[in-house]
């Protein structure tokens, strides 16, 4: 029942920008954290970003600060991520996640999961 759908995903150049987003559905509780994590090919899924539920904390990896913006509109269920200055190292399976506990940088504690958008940069 529960369904997070991540979109947005594409080929761009290195220095281009991609706006994902991430629409959830059946989420019966609101109070709950949307994240974004990442897997390359042959390696283990990471950690990217997440925002708490009413928006006034959002935590970063350090790859991606400064250039990626995590974001949501509860009205809509959908969060995004901005993802700006992309470099060939961004390529990654991109999937957004739903955590009722409030959000955490560790991947077992997140509860539902998109099924991911894939996202590859060119050098």
């Known amino acids: 029942q529960v369904q997070l759908v991540d979109s947005g995903g594409g080929l761009v150049q290195a220095g281009g920008s991609l706006r994902l987003s991430c629409a959830a559905s059946?989420?019966?509780?609101?109070?709950?954290?949307m994240g974004w994590f990442r897997q390359a090919p042959g390696k283990e899924r990471e950690f990217v970003a997440y925002?708490?539920?009413?928006?006034?904390?959002?935590v970063y990896a350090d790859s991606v600060k400064g250039r990626f913006t995590i974001s949501r509109d509860n009205a809509k269920n959908t969060v995004y991520l901005q993802m700006n200055i992309l470099k060939p190292e961004d390529t990654a399976v991109y999937y957004c996640?739903?955590?009722?506990?409030?959000?955490?940088?560790?991947?077992?504690?997140?509860?539902?999961w998109g099924q991911g958008t894939q996202v590859t940069v060119s050098s």
């Open positions: 925002i708490t539920w009413g928006g006034a904390r959002t």
């Open positions: 059946g989420l019966t509780h609101k109070s709950y954290a």
């Open positions: 996640a739903a955590d009722r506990s409030g959000g955490s940088a560790k991947i077992y504690e997140w509860d539902y």
